[in-house]
């Protein structure tokens, strides 16, 4: 480039001089005579040949200042295609060039700024999808994964990116919903129930507008969970109503027809006011579980001995076990521990697992009450020796109104919440409880308690 600068402007001051000699060797030759004349061309030779000398040196200059300003304007365009948006020019001079490079200059300060707010933004805009708690992930118009957020890659595991979608999520409601969105370029929804196993996500898929799709996965599986929680409940209190209810009208109608000196008449009093009773107890035990579950139940955390909860659940049961034939007893390995517990709540916890034995408990044998460390807590534990419990049972055995024999337990008495009390009163206590048991091998029932806690008022944990 500096080259052509330099060899155009000397070509401009030759034409230039040679012109001008011509002109003056024209006007000598015609003026002057000639001794004089030739003189006077030997100075215009040399003349010129200075002159040539200076526009040499002139142009040589020129074309180097010209060159270095120009190799400096291609530079700075060759750095920002490149993506070097703080690349400058700073210009010294305020000449054509100079003023081409402010010009150039303010562009690529606003360029940058441009760029800074953008990565700004796009970084908010990851944080953001990074931070929820649904899956989201964008899929170009072929089929591929643009972008993932965290909580898809650990649902799914690693992702891929520019990789089908396929490979990804497999389900096929899921990649149907994204094909009809990036397809027909509308809102689609689906639900998924293989992307992880054992849960159910709710699937909306967007167009982009360049073609693909975004999806975003909802996890629904507590949802699910809670309304089939809801309509159980719901089915199972109508049930439990229904039926004490149905006696009572029908003994109570047969009464209305009955003399009052039949036989039978104080038998169906009877009759009218154990299901009255029952429904008493039903709706007790539902208020108290609605309680304990909603954190509206305030329990008086204090400091008890492990012996005296196990002594106290002893005495409560002595007399009814004894006139079943079922003898109570206690091993406890962790005499004079303190655990932090709400007294009353705790032994209604013990009476609920002891009352059970009991119910289940073959007349002859014993049922054992127990205490033992275990690590920062102590278990305390209730082993029955009777008919066991089969291995399906035992994760649902604390759902409201879970029974394992339906008709023994209406017949004893039992509403179908004791154990579910017992689950939320232990949970919010910061324990655990478990059910231990094998068929024909007896049922042991464990919870555990912290050891230490500061006496004062703590208000009932929900649970998770």
Do not use: C
């Amino acid at each position: 480039m500096r080259r052509r600068i330099f060899f155009r402007l000397m070509a401009a001051f030759v034409v230039v001089i040679a012109v001008m000699a011509f002109s003056i060797e024209l006007a000598i030759t015609r003026e002057l005579h000639p001794p004089s004349a030739t003189r006077l061309e030997n100075a215009l030779i040399l003349a010129t040949i200075f002159a040539l000398l200076v526009a040499f040196y002139f142009s040589w200059t020129a074309a180097r200042s010209i060159g270095s300003r120009l190799h400096a304007v291609a530079d700075f365009a060759s750095r920002v295609g490149a993506g070097d948006l703080t690349a400058r020019l700073n210009a010294a001079s305020l000449d054509e060039i100079g003023k081409i490079a402010v010009v150039l200059d303010e562009m690529a300060t606003a360029l940058e700024a441009r760029f800074q707010e953008l990565r700004t933004s796009s970084r908010q805009l990851e944080t953001l999808l990074n931070s929820m708690q649904d899956a989201v992930i964008a899929v170009s118009r072929e089929g591929r994964v643009e972008w993932a957020n965290r909580r898809l890659e650990r649902l799914v595991g690693h992702v891929r990116v520019d990789a089908p979608v396929v490979e990804t999520v497999r389900d096929p409601d899921f990649l149907a919903a994204v094909r009809e969105a990036s397809q027909a370029n509308a809102v689609s929804s689906a639900r998924a129930t293989s992307v992880a196993p054992g849960r159910i996500f709710g699937v909306t898929a967007a167009p982009l507008p360049d073609g693909g799709a975004v999806a975003v996965l909802r996890d629904l599986t507590e949802t699910e969970r809670a309304e089939k929680t809801r309509r159980d409940f719901i089915a199972n209190v109508s049930h439990e109503l229904r039926t004490p209810l149905t006696s009572i009208q029908g003994y109570a109608e047969t009464l209305l027809d009955a003399s009052p000196a039949s036989n039978d008449y104080r038998e169906f009093l009877e009759i009218i006011r154990k299901n009255a009773s029952r429904m008493a107890r039903l709706t007790e035990d539902l208020l108290t579980l609605a309680r304990v579950e909603s954190g509206e139940q305030n329990f008086e955390i204090a400091p008890a001995r492990s012996d005296q909860l196990l002594d106290e659940a002893v005495q409560s049961f002595r007399e009814i076990a004894k006139s079943r034939g079922i003898e109570l007893q206690i091993e406890n390995s962790a005499v004079g521990e303190m655990v932090g517990a709400d007294h009353e709540a705790i032994h209604q916890v013990m009476s609920n697992l002891v009352d059970n034995a009991i119910k289940y408990a073959p007349t002859g044998t014993r049922i054992v009450l127990g205490a033992r460390p275990a690590g920062e807590k102590i278990e305390f534990f209730v082993r029955d020796f009777g008919p066991g419990i089969s291995s399906e049972h035992l994760p649902r055995l604390f759902e409201r109104f879970y029974r394992v024999d339906k008709a023994r337990s209406r017949e004893s008495g039992g509403t179908g919440l004791g154990l579910a009390i017992a689950k939320h009163i232990v949970l919010a206590h910061g324990g655990t409880i478990r059910a231990e048991s094998e068929l024909n091998h007896g049922s042991t029932f464990v919870f555990s308690l912290p050891r230490t806690v500061q006496t004062g008022v703590r208000e009932a944990q929900q649970p998770a």
